[in-house]
Nanobody
Framework: QVQLAESGGGLVQAGESLRLSCTAS????????MSWFRQTPREGRVFVAG????????LYADSVKGRFTVSRDNAKNTVYLQMSSLKPEDTAVYFC?????????????????WGQGTQVTVSS
């Protein structure tokens, strides 16, 4: 069993940066692929970024590529999402998710564990 808790959301202006954190409790954090998703009423929950168990492979949605960076610290059981050059369209509830797999997948149904989400609001 893995429990995930996101933090770091908030209200920022367009062009600013924000870093989200997701800390896991439970066993074998380093065995999990970790990903970030975001949810809006218009789009539902969509994949944002993912990182494999050792940080050697990352994957990004086209909409955030070059602006967001996902990283992890297995010693701290934490995955991060550094968000830069934020846009109003990045406004969403952001969730982290864990998948017991060596590959990164984009589908929400594939993930085993989810956090409660953190709100990110970007004003224009």
């Amino acid at each position: 069993q893995v429990q995930l808790a996101e933090s770091g959301g908030g209200l920022v202006q367009a062009g600013e940066s924000l870093r989200l954190s997701c800390t896991a409790s439970g066993r074998s954090f380093s065995s999990y692929t970790m990903s970030w998703f975001r949810q809006t009423p218009r789009e539902g929950r969509v994949f944002v970024a993912g990182i494999n168990w050792n940080g050697g492979t990352t994957l990004y949605a086209d909409s955030v590529k070059g602006r967001f960076t996902v990283s992890r610290d297995n010693a701290k059981n934490t995955v991060y999402l550094q968000m830069s050059s934020l846009k109003p369209e990045d406004t969403a509830v952001y969730f982290c998710a864990a998948l017991l797999s060596v590959v990164i997948v984009r589908g929400t149904d594939d993930y085993d564990y989810w956090g409660q989400g953190t709100q990110v609001t970007v004003s224009s």
